[in-house]
């Protein structure tokens, strides 16, 4: 939700509202304040939905952000902005995944309505349901496998270029002696910290091969688990009914950070994601 990193988040006159700005930018409190067009839909939502956080995008130059993002508990719900058409004129502008799948074509629905830009978000924005969840929970998986694999593969890279010329040389050089190792232990070259980097990568390249081979995508919301397998239909079981095998790993991976994984057993995307290893 925030980049403390790159952003710093300072509280605006209305409760539950922050500014986004860029690191290093000097601003006060009083100098940001919220655009006269987005106002009248951001303050009736605000009210609306007092748990909810709305984030201005202030990041550069702007002190009076047209544009919100929102979120509930930390999940990106969507956002809201004011938008100046030549033809139509000022327009309410409500964005999210769910409005994008009723939509032949774009992501966002326009309206010069207040009144209907109240009820798109009302009607469209919310925490994700189990469905939602399962349903891009493969892709939730994919990109924590991607990250949790780059490192390892670039360092394993590295190594093998560094002593890949070498270790050509070395083996036409000395073929009769090296010829007869190579098929008694199957192994490669191993040298300096070739080694670690060499099994490192062997780890994460059984993680994505299980992977791609469906194993086993879990989604937790509540109480419920989703097992689901490649493209097949989830099945939800509780925490009574979760199979002791996939408990044990799942228990494990829990106690992981985001982006972590065990070799052999799984990785955990996020709080309610993970893949487990058959």
């Known amino acids: 939700m925030f980049d403390h990193k790159n952003y710093d988040y300072i509280t605006m006159h209305l409760p539950n509202v922050m500014a986004e700005v860029r690191k290093g930018r000097v601003v006060t409190t009083g100098e940001i304040g919220v655009s006269k067009n987005i106002e009248p839909l951001l303050d009736a939502l605000r009210k609306k939905f007092p748990n909810w956080k709305f984030v201005g995008d202030a990041q550069y130059s702007s002190t009076t952000p047209q544009t919100f993002r929102m979120y509930e508990s930390g999940e990106a719900l969507g956002s809201i902005s004011f938008s100046q058409h030549y033809k139509h004129g000022g327009q309410y502008v409500v964005k999210n995944k769910r409005i994008a799948n009723q939509r032949q074509r774009g992501w966002e629905t326009r309206t010069v309505d207040l009144k209907k830009a109240i009820r798109l978000v009302v009607d469209n924005f919310g925490a994700k349901t189990m469905h939602e969840l399962v349903e891009e929970s493969r892709n939730v998986v994919s990109s924590a496998i991607s990250a949790a694999t780059e490192r390892p593969r670039r360092n394993f890279s ?20 090296f010829k007869p190792k190579i098929a008694a232990s199957g192994s490669g070259i191993l040298v300096g910290d070739f ?15 299980a992977f791609r081979l469906d194993g086993l995508v879990i989604t937790i919301k509540d109480a419920s688990y989703a097992l689901r397998r490649g493209s097949n239909e989830a099945v939800i079981v509780t925490s009574a009914t979760l199979p002791n095998d996939v408990k044990t790993k799942l228990g494990m991976l829990k106690l992981l950070d985001d982006g972590e994984f065990v070799p052999g057993v799984g990785i955990k995307a996020n709080d309610s994601t993970y893949f487990v290893m058959d």
């Open 158 to 177: 590295r190594d093998w270029n560094e002593i890949e010329a070498f270790a050509k040389q070395y083996i036409a050089t000395h073929w009769e002696e």
């Open 195 to 209: 080694k670690a980097a060499y099994v490192a990568y062997r780890e994460v390249s059984h993680l994505s091969e």
